[in-house]
């Protein structure tokens, strides 16, 4: 073996894995226009990433309620399909973009969600002396 083989870089993993963080766009209430293809994916692309409910109108005028939890960007509106887990069912649906008039984001659970701001609350309660406490999420409604 030659001796760069048996050297090994020692490496800060510190630095190695710290990334630029992401900022997520405030899209809670948002209504985008449809009016094209290009508007149409989009808003989907938007949607796939949105950490909340989102209200999708069909054509057809049904409603669903629920989370975007993946989709299929083909090449037209007719090939590209978004798939939910709707709020009031275990069922994942399928449906079209061609089939859908409207999308309405709804609330952004992760909005202030942060790890910092749960130590704050539990700190708060242990300070006041409360017992059996823990850091536990929000309800989600």
Not at 77 to 100: C, G, M, Q
Not at 121 to 140: F, M, R, S, T
């Amino acid at each position: 073996m030659s001796e760069t083989a048996l050297k090994t870089e020692v490496v800060d993993p510190d630095s190695v894995e710290v990334a630029a963080g992401f900022s997520h766009e405030n899209l809670e209430g948002w209504v985008p226009e449809l009016a094209n293809e290009a508007e149409v994916f989009d808003a989907f692309d938007k949607a796939l990433d949105y950490r909340g409910d989102i209200t999708i109108t069909r054509k057809d005028g049904t409603k669903f309620d629920g989370y975007i939890f993946d989709r299929k960007a083909g090449k037209s509106l007719d090939d590209s399909v978004i798939r939910l887990f709707p709020a009031n069912s275990n069922e994942k649906l399928s449906i079209r973009y061609s089939e859908i008039a409207r999308l309405e984001f709804g609330k952004d659970r992760a909005a202030g969600k942060h790890w910092e701001a749960w130590v704050a609350q539990y700190e708060k309660k242990k300070a006041a002396g409360e017992k059996n406490i823990g850091i536990v999420p929000d309800a989600l409604d």
